[in-house]
Structure formats: structure tokens, C-alpha cells
């Protein structure tokens, strides 16, 4: 069992990566972009939203006035349009962002209290929102769960990284969305993974396959997914190059030699920053030669060649492409072809053609 009840009978709203980044453009606070969350997502299953104000308002939690001035701003910003002058009839443009990756709420975010260490309390705007994401990764059944910065999820929802990394420690606390232990280290910043409630997924698919919808889901978030896909498996290729040079430098590093030789010469690096008496740094220089000898001597000593060490002294990681270094894309900044998902693909599509111009089969 999970950590939070899920009502039996909930509904839940989506709304696109791209409104939201209309919305955060437009200065929407959370409220805003809930609001256009009930409309655009009754849309998407009647083509038009008829719900009310006092409807709208007990859904999300909030009063029926700031409903009305969210809607009335949404109209303006033309984000949802007004049908016949009617009071509670709208219509939102989706076709333009099916290709879009979206977020979804369970409607129960809103009028639900939960337990935090200060106490039960509801969920604020950001924090829903925040949840909506790292739940929407968690429903794909190929990425179960979202593992990327925290400056991604920020930009996504229009929010600061702060908010976002706030949101996530208050939500964590609620047990509705987990952080694996070990994050994957890239450029020396850890990466985590989080994953949402395991019975609020389930109960989230079960929605969709009574809603017909549960073809939709996994296809669309797959699009969004592959960079991400990509960046990880690249994080992975790049961390087990460095562990594996981290082990095989094990023995060069604990010689005294070289650790006395390269600690000596990172600390003249600052001193050559600072120092601006020209003898003085022409004394540097020559000190730091002498050090490099050491470095380059004692790596051979333990079977490693200069080519094979970093600026520092630091044995480098093998990586297995040498056109990208694992980095997934080449220094012209296009996508390296090593990614084996890609090369697949690419198989069969070349097969495809084969057997369509009868040179196969
Ligand atoms: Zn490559």
C-alpha cells in the first residue's frame, strides 16, 4: 500500500508542456494555469467545457471569484475563448499541441489534506503542480518516473528552480512522490530520480482505460521522454567511464609520489592566479614542469601514458565513442549516431526500404 488514500472515483485534468509555458510567459500565478487546466481539459473530451464558476471553484479549492478572474484573463490572453456570450461555455485550441508533451492532475490534489511533518495541510498551487509533473513521468512505462534537474522542472511549469526544489522536499514528505537514493552523477552535479505513488499510477491508468484514453498517454509522453531517455543513457555510459578510470587510477593515486606531486601542483594553480610578480610566476611555471615530470613518470611507472591523462594528472575515463566522448551529441552540436535506439531504428527503417526495393528477401 501506498502512503496517500486515493479517492476511488477522481477525475483528473492535462495540460501541455507549451501552455504552460504560455501561461508562465503571461505571468500566471498556479491558480491561473489550474483554472485553464478544468477548462482545456474538459475540452480535450467534449470539445467544449461547460463547466461553472461555483463548479470550477469547488473542484480546485479555491473561491468562485478567483475563478472569475482567472477566466476572464485566459480570455484575454486568448488562451480559452467565450463561446455565444455565454457565461460557462468555452472552447480551448488543441490541435496545434497534440504533438506536445502534457501533465496531468488527479482532481483530488486540490481537495485533499496531507500529512506533512508540520502537520496536514493542502497542497499549494506549485506543489500540485510539481506532483502533476513528476507523476506524468512516473505514468510512462518506459521512463517510471522522472530523472533530470530541477532547473527542467522549473522551466517547464514557469516557476523558479527554488520553488521547484522546495515543492519537491515538501512532497517528499507527504510520501506522494519518492527520491531514489543513489542519483547518477553527470559534470558533478547528482542527478535523482523521482517516481510517484506506485497505487496513485496504478489508480491514474486505471482512469485512462476507462476513459478509453490509455493509448494516448504512453504515446505522447513517449515523444517528450527520448530526450531525456538519451541524456540518460548517456549519464550512465559517461559514470561508468569514470568509475571504471577511478578503479583502474586506484593504485597511481594512493603512490606517494604522485599524490604529493599533484596535490603540490593544484596549489600553485591558485597561487599562479594570484601571483603577479613576473619572477615570481616564472618561478611557478618552472616548479609546475618539474611536478608534471613526477605526474608523467610515476603514470608510467603504473603502466599509463601521458596521452592518457587529463590537463591535472588525472587518469581519464575511457568512453566508447571517441567522436562524442558518451556525451550523445559531437562538438558541432548535432546528435552523435553511436546511440543504439537510433541505430536500431535506423536498421529497420534501411530493412523496410530493402524489402520495399526488392533487394531484400
Ligand atoms: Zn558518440
Redesign the pocket.
Known sequence: MGAIAIPENFTYTKRYYSHFAEMAKAGFAALGKAVFGRIFGECSWKQTCEETYPEMAKVLNCSRSSVARWVKRLNEKGLIKRLNGTRSEYKTDESTKASDGFIITPSFFYTTEFTFKSGARYLRQNEIDVASYILSWSLNPKTKGYKGSMGNIARTLGISTSTASEAIEALIETELIRREETPDVLNGAAIFKYTADKDLVIAIRKAFRKNGKEEKLPENVRQINEKAERESYYSKLRAEAEREAEKRSRPLRLDGKYAAAFRERRKLDVAENKEHDAGKLQEIKKRREILWNTITDRALAFGFSETELSELGEVLPKY?????????T?PDGTY????PEWRKRLKDIDFAAGVKSGQIG
Not at 566508447?320 to 550523445?328: I, N
Not at 552523435?336 to 546511440?339: F, S
Open positions: 566508447k565513442c571517441r567522436k562524442c566522448s558518451d556525451m550523445g559531437k552523435c549516431d553511436c546511440y
